[in-house]
C-alpha cells in the first residue's frame, strides 16, 4: 500500500460519523466541556464517542456505537450509563453528576446512556 492511499485510510478510519450525526474517532483522550465522552479502553484510550446536547435528548435512552470502558461526563446534565443498550436497570447502571465526573476504568463495560433534564 502507498503512502498516500495509506494516509487516506486513515482518515476514513479516524472519524465515522453515524446517521445520527455521533462522532466516533480513533485515539482522542480530550472531553470537552458539554460532552460526554465513552472510550473502549481503561485510562481513556481506544475508540472514542462523544455526545453533546444536540445529539443526546434529555431523558432518551442512547445506545453507544461502541462498548466503553471509560468515560467522562462534562454534560451540564447528570447522566446515567447502563451495561445494556437499551438502558435496562435489570442490569448494571449508575448515575454520574455533571460538569466533570471522570471514570477512567469503569466498574461494568457500557452500552448506553441517558442524560437527565435540567
Request: aromatic share 10%; glycine share 6%; hydrophobic share 35%.
Amino acid at each position: 500500500m502507498s503512502m498516500k492511499s495509506l494516509a487516506a485510510a486513515l482518515v476514513v478510519t479516524a472519524v465515522t460519523v453515524a446517521s445520527s450525526g455521533v462522532a466516533v474517532a480513533q485515539s482522542d483522550s480530550s472531553c470537552d466541556k458539554g460532552e460526554f465522552c465513552v472510550w473502549t479502553g481503561a485510562d481513556y484510550t481506544g475508540t472514542v464517542q462523544r455526545l453533546d446536547l444536540e445529539t443526546a435528548n434529555p431523558g432518551e435512552c442512547i445506545p453507544f456505537k461502541i462498548v466503553g470502558r471509560s468515560f467522562v461526563n462534562r454534560l451540564s446534565r447528570d447522566a446515567t450509563v447502563y451495561q445494556r443498550e437499551n438502558c435496562s436497570t435489570e442490569a448494571e447502571f449508575t448515575t454520574y453528576p455533571k460538569h466533570g465526573t471522570y471514570v477512567p476504568d469503569a466498574y461494568f463495560v457500557t452500552r448506553a446512556v441517558e442524560v437527565w433534564g435540567p
